[in-house]
Nanobody, 121 residues
Framework: QVQLVESGGGLVQAGGSLRLSCAASGSIFSINAMGWYRQTPGKQRELVATITSGGTATYADSVEGRFAISRDNAKNTVSLQMNSLKPEDTAVYYC???????????????WGQGTQVTVSS
């Protein structure tokens, strides 16, 4: 019913920048929070940044001041601008959205398929 498609991952040198984008499509009534998470092998998925429908952003301490999250409510998209990248930012990055399918249902969480970000030293 709902798909999240990410784009923009890749390989970059330390100190460089990348921009991730995610588009939600399908039977969507509204979207509450949207966000980005990341995961490395053997570790739990961790929060990177989230943004409410009103535009309030929250960041993990490790990315505060380097990453910026934004969204376009009309297009159901969320983006993550990543600057001053470090090797420890290497991970698979996942888009997340809390989607309301209709006015009678509670919000549900949906995930994208993930996009690899690799930062070389």
């Amino acid at each position: 019913q709902v798909q999240l498609v990410e784009s923009g991952g890749g390989l970059v040198q330390a100190g460089g920048s990348l921009r991730l984008s995610c588009a939600a499509s399908g039977s969507i009534f509204s979207i509450n929070a949207m966000g980005w998470y990341r995961q490395t092998p053997g570790k739990q998925r961790e929060l990177v940044a989230t943004i409410t429908s009103g535009g309030t952003a929250t960041y993990a301490d490790s990315v505060e001041g380097r990453f910026a999250i934004s969204r376009d409510n009309a297009k159901n998209t969320v983006s993550l601008q990543m600057n001053s990248l470090k090797p420890e930012d290497t991970a698979v990055y996942y888009c997340n959205a809390e989607v309301v399918l209709n006015k009678y249902t509670v919000p549900r969480n949906y995930w994208g398929q993930g996009t690899q970000v690799t930062v070389s030293s």
